[in-house]
Protein backbone atom coordinates (compact mmCIF):
# COMPACT_ATOMS: atom_id res chain seq x y z
CA UNK A 1 0.00 0.00 0.00
CA UNK A 2 0.96 3.53 -0.79
CA UNK A 3 2.15 5.79 1.88
CA UNK A 4 -0.85 7.39 3.69
CA UNK A 5 -0.54 10.97 4.45
CA UNK A 6 -1.89 11.80 7.81
CA UNK A 7 -2.55 14.83 9.99
CA UNK A 8 -2.21 14.93 13.83
CA UNK A 9 -4.87 17.77 15.40
CA UNK A 10 -4.14 18.10 19.06
CA UNK A 11 -3.80 20.82 21.49
CA UNK A 12 -2.17 19.03 23.87
CA UNK A 13 1.63 19.01 23.02
CA UNK A 14 2.68 15.78 24.91
CA UNK A 15 -0.53 13.66 23.49
CA UNK A 16 0.08 15.05 19.84
CA UNK A 17 4.53 14.08 20.25
CA UNK A 18 3.75 10.96 21.75
CA UNK A 19 1.36 9.97 18.79
CA UNK A 20 3.41 11.23 15.74
CA UNK A 21 6.22 9.59 17.23
CA UNK A 22 4.36 6.15 17.43
CA UNK A 23 3.17 6.30 14.20
CA UNK A 24 6.14 7.05 12.86
CA UNK A 25 7.72 3.70 13.87
CA UNK A 26 5.48 2.28 12.22
CA UNK A 27 6.28 4.12 9.32
CA UNK A 28 3.29 6.26 8.68
CA UNK A 29 3.70 9.42 6.82
CA UNK A 30 2.58 11.91 9.76
CA UNK A 31 2.53 15.30 11.00
CA UNK A 32 1.62 16.84 13.87
CA UNK A 33 -0.13 20.19 14.02
CA UNK A 34 -1.95 21.70 18.01
CA UNK A 35 -4.87 23.97 16.16
CA UNK A 36 -7.61 23.75 13.59
CA UNK A 37 -6.18 27.28 12.47
CA UNK A 38 -2.72 25.19 11.81
CA UNK A 39 -4.29 22.03 10.56
CA UNK A 40 -6.06 24.63 7.50
CA UNK A 41 -3.11 26.05 6.84
CA UNK A 42 -0.95 22.96 6.44
CA UNK A 43 -3.58 21.26 4.25
CA UNK A 44 -3.82 24.37 2.20
CA UNK A 45 -0.22 23.94 1.64
CA UNK A 46 0.40 20.33 1.12
CA UNK A 47 -1.97 16.99 0.64
CA UNK A 48 -3.36 14.87 3.36
CA UNK A 49 -5.33 12.05 3.44
CA UNK A 50 -6.26 11.38 6.66
CA UNK A 51 -6.97 14.01 9.39
CA UNK A 52 -6.80 12.59 13.10
CA UNK A 53 -8.69 15.55 14.61
CA UNK A 54 -9.00 16.61 18.51
CA UNK A 55 -12.68 17.61 18.99
CA UNK A 56 -11.91 19.69 22.30
CA UNK A 57 -9.80 22.26 21.40
CA UNK A 58 -9.12 26.28 22.14
CA UNK A 59 -9.83 28.65 19.50
CA UNK A 60 -11.46 26.52 16.44
CA UNK A 61 -12.56 23.30 17.81
CA UNK A 62 -13.05 20.43 15.76
CA UNK A 63 -16.65 20.32 14.73
CA UNK A 64 -15.07 24.20 12.91
CA UNK A 65 -12.25 22.44 12.10
CA UNK A 66 -14.00 19.50 10.31
CA UNK A 67 -16.65 21.78 8.44
CA UNK A 68 -13.29 24.22 7.27
CA UNK A 69 -11.43 20.91 5.72
CA UNK A 70 -14.71 19.50 4.72
CA UNK A 71 -15.46 22.65 2.38
CA UNK A 72 -11.67 23.01 1.50
CA UNK A 73 -11.24 19.21 0.03
CA UNK A 74 -14.61 17.20 0.60
CA UNK A 75 -12.41 13.59 -0.01
CA UNK A 76 -10.27 14.27 3.23
CA UNK A 77 -11.23 11.31 5.68
CA UNK A 78 -11.41 12.74 8.86
CA UNK A 79 -11.37 10.96 12.15
CA UNK A 80 -12.44 12.56 15.18
CA UNK A 81 -10.95 12.13 18.63
CA UNK A 82 -12.56 12.50 21.62
CA UNK A 83 -12.62 12.35 25.82
CA UNK A 84 -15.42 10.33 27.71
CA UNK A 85 -17.62 13.39 28.09
CA UNK A 86 -17.85 14.70 24.57
CA UNK A 87 -18.86 11.59 22.46
CA UNK A 88 -22.33 13.67 21.15
CA UNK A 89 -20.28 15.98 19.77
CA UNK A 90 -18.05 13.17 17.68
CA UNK A 91 -21.07 11.73 16.43
CA UNK A 92 -22.53 15.32 15.52
CA UNK A 93 -19.01 15.33 13.66
CA UNK A 94 -19.74 12.35 11.77
CA UNK A 95 -23.28 13.66 10.63
CA UNK A 96 -21.35 16.69 9.07
CA UNK A 97 -18.74 14.13 7.76
CA UNK A 98 -16.14 12.77 9.82
CA UNK A 99 -14.76 8.75 8.85
CA UNK A 100 -15.18 8.03 11.99
CA UNK A 101 -14.09 8.49 15.85
CA UNK A 102 -12.10 6.99 18.64
CA UNK A 103 -12.33 7.18 22.04
CA UNK A 104 -8.83 8.44 23.68
CA UNK A 105 -6.81 7.17 25.00
CA UNK A 106 -6.71 4.51 21.80
CA UNK A 107 -4.80 1.63 21.11
CA UNK A 108 -2.22 2.79 18.58
CA UNK A 109 -3.19 -0.47 16.31
CA UNK A 110 -6.96 0.89 16.58
CA UNK A 111 -6.32 4.35 15.49
CA UNK A 112 -3.78 2.41 12.20
CA UNK A 113 -7.04 0.14 11.40
CA UNK A 114 -9.25 3.61 11.09
CA UNK A 115 -6.75 5.55 9.74
CA UNK A 116 -6.04 2.69 6.77
CA UNK A 117 -9.95 2.12 6.42
CA UNK A 118 -10.28 5.89 5.75
CA UNK A 119 -7.49 6.13 3.07
CA UNK A 120 -8.81 3.58 1.24
CA UNK A 121 -12.62 5.14 1.06
CA UNK A 122 -11.08 8.28 0.14
CA UNK A 123 -8.75 6.14 -3.14
CA UNK A 124 -11.90 4.36 -3.77
CA UNK A 125 -13.83 8.14 -4.27
CA UNK A 126 -10.63 9.19 -6.21
CA UNK A 127 -11.21 6.04 -8.35
CA UNK A 128 -14.63 6.99 -9.37
CA UNK A 129 -14.41 10.42 -9.73
CA UNK A 130 -11.40 9.58 -12.26
CA UNK A 131 -13.64 6.97 -13.88
CA UNK A 132 -16.79 9.40 -14.73
CA UNK A 133 -14.06 11.70 -15.85
CA UNK A 134 -12.84 9.79 -18.55
CA UNK A 135 -16.29 8.80 -19.11
CA UNK A 136 -17.35 12.39 -19.59
CA UNK A 137 -14.17 12.72 -21.85
CA UNK A 138 -15.30 9.91 -24.42
CA UNK A 139 -12.82 7.61 -22.93
CA UNK A 140 -13.12 4.11 -22.14
CA UNK A 141 -13.68 3.08 -18.03
Not at 49 to 54: A, G, I
Not at 89 to 110: R, S
Amino acid sequence: MEAIRVLLVDDEAEFLETLVKRLKKRRVDVQGVRSGEEALDLIRRQPVDVVVLDVKMPGMDGIQTLKAIKSMNPLVEVIMLTGHASVEVAIQGMELGAFDYLMKPMDIDELLYKVQDAYKKKALQEKRIQRRKEVIAGRPA
